[in-house]
């Protein structure tokens, strides 16, 4: 059983920058890819980013392309994900999932595990 606890979020103004960061929890050794998503009220779960387990490999959603960066990977048990020139239609909570598969995921159905949410407010 993994447990996967996230940190980080808040608020922050439009242009701004926040990291995210997400520890997972293994008593046995496995590889899970990683990723983090996010939904905002109204919306559907959305897929951010995600990165394959040695961190070699990452993936992007379109809205967020060229402004968040995945790092990390389970190899070393903790995903990052730094957010750039945010936006108010950034504001969701995101959620931190990990798979079984030690690929990268791009949708909610593939990932096993998932973490809490943090809050991410972006004002404009």
């Known amino acids: 059983q993994v447990q996967l606890v996230e940190s980080g979020g808040g608020l922050v103004q439009a242009g701004g920058s926040l990291g995210l960061s997400c520890a997972a929890s293994d008593r046995t050794f496995r590889s899970y890819g990683m990723g983090w998503f996010r939904q905002a009220p109204g919306k559907e779960r959305e897929f951010v980013a995600g990165?394959?387990?040695?961190?070699?490999?990452?993936d992007y959603g379109d809205s967020v392309k060229g402004r968040f960066t995945i790092s990390g990977g389970n190899a070393k048990n903790t995903v990052h994900l730094q957010m750039n020139s945010l936006k108010p239609e950034d504001t969701a909570v995101y959620y931190c999932?990990?798979?079984?598969?030690?690929?990268?995921?791009?949708?909610?159905?593939?990932?096993?595990?998932w973490g809490q949410g943090t809050q991410v407010t972006v004002s404009s």
């Open positions: 999932a990990a798979q079984i598969d030690s690929g990268v995921g791009v949708t909610g159905d593939e990932y096993d595990y």
């Open positions: 990165i394959n387990w040695t961190g070699a490999r990452t």
